[in-house]
Structures are given as C-alpha cells and as structure tokens.
C-alpha cells in the first residue's frame, strides 16, 4: 500500500530537439597584407550559412597565431533570416613590426558563435580547427630593394607622370599590376601612400619634374610686312612646370606658293613665369602678295 507522502517519479513524455544547425563553409586566405599599411587589407573570409529554422545573429571569431596587431578577428553577421547565406570577410592593418622579411602567420582556429534571442548572450555554437596561412610582407622603404624594383624610389617612378606625381592613373596602373601578380600587397601599398602627392614628399631627391610649358597668347608679330625685309616674331611661352627650364620653339610660315619653317635659340625661363621667344624672318624679295599663316610648335 503507498504510504502517506511517497512520490514516485517516472517519465511521462518524450520530446525529440533539433539543435540549431548553423554553421561555416568555405574557408580561404584570400590574400598577403603589407607591414606599416596605409589601409585595411582583406586577407580571410568564409560563409555563414543561417539556421534552418530560426532568425539568429551569427559572430565568427579566428585565431592567429602568431597573434596580429591590426587585424579583425571578430565579425557579426547582423541578423540572417532562417535558410540564408552570408559571406565574412577579415581584413588587417599591420603598423610597423621592425620585420627583417615576410612572416607567416596561421589561422588555426574559427569559431561560429549565435546570439541567444532571450537573454543576448553569445552561446558558441561549433568550431573548427584550422591551418590557413597568410604573410605579412616586409614594408617597402625608399631606398631598399623590393620584390621586383631596385628600390621603393624606382617603384614610385614608374608609375608617377613626367611631373613626379602618382595621378588617380598611375594608382590605377598599379591597383591592376597588383591583380595580375606583377607586383605585390607590400608595393601596392607604398604606391598607395604617394597617391595624390609629388614622390618628393615620400622619398626626398627621387624625382626630377620634365619641362612643362605651353604657348600662350601675348605674342609679339607683326601685322604686316613687306617683301625684301626682316622681322622678328615673338612667340609668347610660359613655364607650367615646376623647374626652370629651357624652351625653343619651331616658327612654321606658309602662304601663298611659299612655306618655310624658322628655329629659335633656347631661353630659360623660370617657374610659372611668362617669356617671348623670337625668330627672325627674312622676307624672300619674290614673296606673292597675300595672307601668310604662322604656327609654332614648343620644346624644352
């Protein structure tokens, strides 16, 4: 007979649970990262892939060893509905790290954590063990040799304009060497950190500017003239560029039955200065009356 107060438990149900099934694909070093970078360099990513049943925010946590200052470590996802997909990418900023050459560094972790909708906490979900590896690649400096220039001054040369300056063209000359292999992360990167500048401020004496100049409009010519005599026709230049520098000009004169081109002498003229710069013509004694058309072409 049961006595007064004995309670006796025992199961009364069953009930079958489905963990969350979230987790991580598609593990890949995408690329290097440069030592002393100008920016964030993206070099691992992998995909979420959401629970199957529940709208979740997701957390990816790596491990790198050795450990990288500068670097992502910790992605969010937001939240994903149930089902979806989402791509995670990490990416790294490394200061200066006195390296001596490239070091490799490995991912040898990734971590999938969710975020408990109850109480906010993150819960993790899986991990895996990991070997990626990347390389944070030695800074390029002004003088030393980098990996296909004899040094960071011949680099930054080869991809500024005749006035020594790395245009919006030569980035993206370089942004393009650096997607066919032709250059790497490390010298991209210095590229990066003269864009918009004169190389001059980066590497002191690397560059000298080429003459610039153009023909201007105050010019000193003649409206007429008469066969069998001399002029001197003046033509009006200015120095655009940023070293003085030397310029001449070829006077080309055509009219009627008749065409002849003239050579000035070199002048100097300084920085963002105004000069004439003269030939003299003398007029055949046979010259046919009528309009005669004067070009003239600038060298420096």
Known sequence: MR??????????????????????????????????????YQFYKCKVHADSSLDLEYRVRISISPSLSGAETTKTTGKMTHGTTKEITFSAKPPDLGLTGDRTHTITAVYLDAKDPRTGAWVNLRSYSRSDTFKVEKKVTCGAATPHYSNGCELLKHY???????????????????????ITIAEVDFVAKAWGKDINTLCANC?????????????????????????????????????KANYWVDVKISGPGYSTTLTSAKKSIDVGKKDKIYVRWDLPLNLKSGTYTIDATLYA
Do not use: W
């Open 160 to 182: 500024a304009n005749d006035q020594c300056e790395l245009d919006d063209s030569g980035m993206f000359a370089a942004t393009r060497d650096y997607n066919n292999g032709i």
């Open 3 to 40: 006595k007064r107060g004995d309670i006796r438990i025992g199961a009364i149900e069953e009930i079958t649970v489905t963990g969350v099934d979230a987790k991580i694909t598609d593990f890949a070093v995408t690329g290097n990262v440069p030592e002393d970078a100008s920016a964030y």
């Open 207 to 243: 560059c000298t500017p080429a003459p610039k100049g153009r023909i201007c409009e105050e010019h000193d010519i003649p409206d007429t003239a008469k066969a069998g005599t001399s002029i001197n026709i003046g033509v009006c230049v200015e120095n655009t560029g940023k070293i």
